[in-house]
């Protein structure tokens, strides 16, 4: 249940962000380049396998189109089923978050993800100690707290725009 709580409140956060971002109909030449990448999520699926010539011109012409219009960001958070750090820092790393941030309760994050495998996959070793809950707990807490400000930071700085350029005399 801890992890549930990680897991769901990191995937709620980024989905609120993800409509705040949406509702500001952000065009793609005017956003850094990672938020373009994560705008276009699926987009990029059709380079996968072999492409022919015509293929390649194909989706570099929609790719074009796509990149001068507003981005719409899809409401699908990736957290491959075990949102441990190396996940974490992923996602950090897409919204352009301080993933260092989160030093401090990366390990027991890990950790309980990997108790809560145990458990789901039928292992019956794992036994509760109440101080490892009250940590995990703790650890989980702190990490809502810190996605939270890296958040905040992100909204208040603009950190989704580019900056203008200058103006030409």
């Known amino acids: 249940m801890i992890y549930a709580h990680w897991e769901g409140y990191i995937v709620a956060s980024l989905k609120i962000l993800i409509d705040h971002l949406n509702e500001l109909q952000l065009l793609a030449e005017r956003i850094p380049t990672k938020l373009v990448v994560l705008g276009l999520g699926d987009t990029y699926r059709t380079l996968s396998g072999k492409q022919s010539f015509v293929q390649r011109i194909a989706f570099t012409e929609k790719f074009k189109g ?9 409401k699908k958070i990736n957290t491959k089923s075990n949102l441990k750090a190396d996940v974490l820092e992923e996602l950090c790393t897409s919204y352009g978050f301080d993933f260092r941030s989160f030093a401090e309760v990366t ?10 495998n145990s458990i789901a996959h ?20 702190r990490g809502h707290d ?12 603009q950190d989704y725009l580019l900056p203008e350029p200058p103006e030409r005399d």
């Open 107 to 116: 390990n027991d994050i890990n950790r309980l993800v990997s108790i809560r």
């Open 66 to 74: 796509l990149l001068k219009t507003t981005v719409i960001f899809q």
């Open 122 to 141: 039928g292992e019956n070793s794992v036994l509760p100690d109440m101080d490892n809950v009250n940590k995990y707990i703790n650890s989980v807490m």
């Open 146 to 157: 810190i996605l939270k400000g890296q958040i905040e930071i992100f909204i208040s700085r």
